[in-house]
């Protein structure tokens, strides 16, 4: 099975202040369409699961455009420029090229 | 709009067994592949089954591969999990969520507890 590594495992960050998190895969997620199916997930408190990104870099519908991702072949980042309040929450990447699908650990985002 | 409703969920005993139902609604169920989902307390999300959009295609996750069954009425627009031998780690929320490579669309999730 593929493994999703994330670090950090926790994040503390202060309002408007950048947060980084970085995902590594033990093998390459390139598919062979050509495309790299990394996503990356937010689970807020008390909610369902909420994809950010999709392919690595594609921001999904009414994402806000603090949220961006980038990366190839094992390694990813999703970065927010600046965070808000209502970033507080679990953040997932997961691989969609390989069976089974996995997630990484995930990422506790708190605000200071 | 697309939503995904689970259902089924519950307290059941070790090595019992619950069918978990997710009714789809605002698509044509049959033209997307579907999966289930997990959070258990205090752990991550696993990712536990798909099926194909004809059913003819699924994968499970090593955990619950031969005790988890997952199907699908197109005509009903529902998509199932049967699950059997349950153990206390199946104790989680279940989410059922579309898509082949990444999910957009999820279900609210329904809480299924394993205990004595």
């Known amino acids: 099975d593929v493994v999703m590594t994330q670090s950090p495992l926790s994040l503390p960050v202060t309002l408007g202040q950048p947060a980084s998190i970085s995902c590594r895969s033990s093998q390459s997620l390139v598919y062979s369409d050509g495309n790299t199916y990394l996503n990356w997930f937010q689970q807020r408190p008390g909610q369902s699961p909420r994809r950010l990104i999709y392919?690595?870099?594609n921001r999904d519908s009414g994402v806000p455009d603090r949220f961006s991702g980038s990366g190839s072949g094992t390694d990813f980042t999703l970065k927010i420029s600046r965070v808000e309040a209502e970033d507080v929450g679990v953040y997932y990447c997961?691989?969609?090229?390989?069976?089974?699908?996995?997630f990484g650990q995930g990422t506790k985002v708190e605000i200071k | 709009e697309v939503q995904l409703v689970e259902s089924g969920g519950g307290l059941v005993q070790p090595g019992g067994s619950l069918r978990l139902s997710c009714a789809a609604s605002g698509f044509t169920l049959s033209n997307y592949e579907m999966n289930w989902l997990r959070r258990a307390p205090g752990k991550g999300l696993e990712w536990l089954s798909h099926i194909s959009g004809s059913g003819t295609t699924i994968h499970y996750a090593d955990s619950v591969k031969g005790r988890f069954t997952i199907s699908r009425d197109n005509a009903k627009s529902s998509l199932y999990l049967q699950m059997n031998n349950l153990r206390a780690e199946d104790t989680a929320v279940y989410y059922c969520?579309?898509?082949?490579?990444?999910?957009?669309?999820w279900g609210q999730g329904t809480l299924v507890t394993v205990s004595s």
């Open positions: 997961m691989q969609g090229t390989h069976w089974p699908r996995t």
């Open positions: 392919r690595v870099s």
């Open positions: 969520a579309r898509g082949t490579y990444g999910y957009i669309y």
